[in-house]
C-alpha cells in the first residue's frame, strides 16, 4: 500500500464540475493499493501518515503531525501509483490491487482515519477527477508498507 502524502495549505476534488471534497491546512492523501494488501497493511499505513511529522513547530523544525496542527487528511484514490515503471513508454498495471479489492480497502483506510477523529474528505473511487492543491513548501512523501 502506497501513500504520496503532500502537505497543503488547501486541496480539492472536482467531479463533473462538483466540490465533492475540499480541506484547508493538512494532508492530500494519493493513496495507492497493490495485489497483497489487507486491512493490516491499512492500518500500518494509516499510522505512518497520521503520526509523520511534516507541520513546522515554533522553531520552524517538522515536528508536528496533521492532528497536533488541527489539520484535515483529502483521501484520493490513485491506482497509477502501483505502476511498474521499470520498463518501457508505458507503464503497466498488473501489480495493483484488484477494483473490487481497492476500493474496499480505500473505504477501510477512510472510516480508520475518521475513526481515529482526523477531519477526513475524499475523493470519488475511480472517478475521473480534478485533484486542485496549494502544496505548502513544497513538502512531499512516498509513503510506503
Do not use: C
Not at 511529522?53 to 487528511?73: C, P
Request: proline letters at 3%; zero cysteines; charged letters at 20%.
Amino acid at each position: 500500500m502506497i501513500a504520496l502524502i503532500q502537505r497543503v495549505s488547501e486541496a480539492s476534488v472536482t467531479v463533473e464540475g462538483e466540490v465533492i471534497g475540499a480541506i484547508g491546512q493538512g494532508l492530500l492523501v494519493l493513496l495507492g493499493v497493490e495485489q497483497g494488501d489487507d486491512e493490516a497493511k491499512a492500518d500500518k499505513l494509516l499510522h505512518r501518515v497520521s503520526g509523520y511529522r511534516i507541520f513546522s513547530d515554533a522553531e520552524g523544525k517538522m515536528n508536528l503531525n496533521v492532528g497536533q496542527v488541527g489539520g484535515s487528511l483529502l483521501v484520493v484514490s490513485q491506482f497509477t501509483l502501483a505502476a511498474d515503471t521499470g520498463r518501457g513508454m508505458r507503464p503497466s498495471f498488473s501489480g495493483g490491487a484488484h477494483p473490487a479489492d481497492a476500493k474496499r480497502l480505500y473505504d477501510y483506510f477512510v472510516a480508520r482515519a475518521r475513526a481515529n477523529n482526523l477531519p477526513t474528505q475524499t475523493g470519488r473511487f475511480a472517478a475521473d477527477m480534478k485533484v486542485s492543491l496549494l502544496n505548502d513548501g513544497p513538502v512531499t512523501f512516498w509513503l510506503q508498507v
